[in-house]
């Protein structure tokens, strides 16, 4: 992990106690709370997985592919793009704890996930320009009252574009399956970066269309989008404040041990928590 890596890492937890909440926060208070209070209380590093760094590479590699696109006007090489993956993979790679698939198993996954990219309509999409700057891990924060308090939501959104006078915003994934299109409508994190663009933008929900690129495992690419309506943005703000509340309240009980999530393979404080 690198220098800066490690020291967003230590703030993350800072920025529970300074009332900055992210999407990964509430996120992992509803996977389970012992772990969002291990992480983000206590402020404890999680094992890193090979499958968290796979997937961080990719995102890296994605990051910089779509800079040039915004720089250049045309994306990176394939063989340029594979290499950013691997470079940052294997700088990642001694900080693995808990390998899944073996190193070349990855390495060459990547190299196949990347051409496939290449070929499809997606990798030609080019992040928008918001306030000046290029909408690619698009930065965001917006206040949100709980009780008598002021929150704040922040994150970053992998990719934002412009293509006619509507939003269109996507997550990168690096999954097993394509995420399904109930999966991509019901998402609180899509929820979340839509009213984020509509604060920001000052634009309609019905401009906004939010959607998962999924880098399947197997190789394929698969694109799923949707439009979020009031009560579904509604319902995103109600799940949020409800896990401020508990978190605030000092609530953290452990998850249900038969979650599959609750492992030594998917839980990365197991040996510290369930597995000591
Ligand atoms: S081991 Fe299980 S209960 Fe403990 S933090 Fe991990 S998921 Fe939660």
């Known amino acids: 992990m690198t220098k800066k890596k490690e020291n967003d890492y230590k703030s993350r937890a800072g920025d529970i106690r300074e009332r900055k909440w992210t999407y990964s926060a509430v996120s992992a208070y509803l996977r ?14 999680a094992s890193l997985s090979s499958d968290l760094v796979e997937g961080i590479s990719h995102h890296h590699a994605l990051d910089e592919d779509n800079i040039t696109k915004y720089k250049k006007g045309k994306p990176t090489t394939a063989k340029k793009h594979y290499e950013c993956f691997a470079d940052n993979f294997s700088t990642e ?28 309509d997606i990798s030609n999409v080019v992040p928008a320009k918001i306030n000046n700057k290029p909408a690619n891990e698009y930065f965001f924060k917006f206040p949100i009252e709980v009780g008598r308090e002021t929150y704040f939501i ?5 990719l934002v574009s412009l293509p006619k006078k509507s939003f269109n915003l996507y ?17 609180l994190q ?9 604060k920001n933008t000052l634009t309609k929900a019905s401009n906004v269309n939010a959607g998962i690129i999924s880098m399947v495992k197997n190789s394929m690419i698969d694109v799923k989008t949707g439009h979020r309506n009031m009560k579904q943005l509604a319902w995103s703000m109600g799940v949020v404040k409800e896990v401020i509340k508990a978190a605030e309240k000092g609530i953290f009980p452990m998850c249900n041990p038969e979650n ?15 597995g000591k």
């Open 32 to 45: 389970c709370p012992k772990y969002f209070e291990l992480t983000y209380i206590d402020g404890v590093r």
């Open 93 to 120: 790679k001694k900080n693995i704890k808990v390998w899944g698939d073996k190193e070349n198993t990855i390495i060459n996954r990547g190299k196949l996930i990347i051409n496939s990219y290449k070929v499809n």
């Open 154 to 158: 922040q994150g970053f959104i992998d």
């Open 171 to 187: 997550d990168y994934k690096v999954t097993k399956a394509a995420k399904s299109q109930t999966f991509v409508n019901g998402s």
């Open 190 to 198: 899509l929820s979340i970066y839509t009213i984020a663009i509509m």
């Open 260 to 274: 599959y999530l609750c492992s030594d393979k998917y839980c990365g404080h197991w040996k510290r928590c369930r």
